[in-house]
């Protein structure tokens, strides 16, 4: 899995009829301190992403493992929203 952050939307009217009622999302990979990586993916969201929010993304094949996935022509899919990132410290919690 990706952590990454959701910077955009994609819109395209003519697709794969697999990809029918997916929102294409555009994201950004980032590091454990949230800092931005120069690392895109294109991804299918299957929990309800909104721009700026950020989550969890799958690749390669796992991608077509989720219930709304499974047999569609994806590569990417946004399979959580993170709440809370919480890093240890100096050996402490």
Do not use: H
């Not at 390669?60 to 946004?78: C, E, P």
């Amino acid at each position: 899995m990706r952590l990454v952050k959701v910077v955009g939307s994609i819109t395209s009217t003519i697709k794969d009829p697999s990809l029918e009622g997916f929102k294409i999302l555009l994201v950004q990979c980032l590091q454990t301190d949230l800092k931005s990586r120069e690392e895109y993916f294109v991804a299918v969201d299957t929990v309800g992403m909104g721009e700026g929010e950020i989550g969890l993304i799958v690749t390669g094949s796992t991608a077509k493992r989720t219930v709304r996935t499974r047999k569609k022509n994806v590569d990417a899919a946004l399979v959580a929203k993170v709440d809370n990132i919480e890093l240890e410290k100096n050996g402490q919690s």
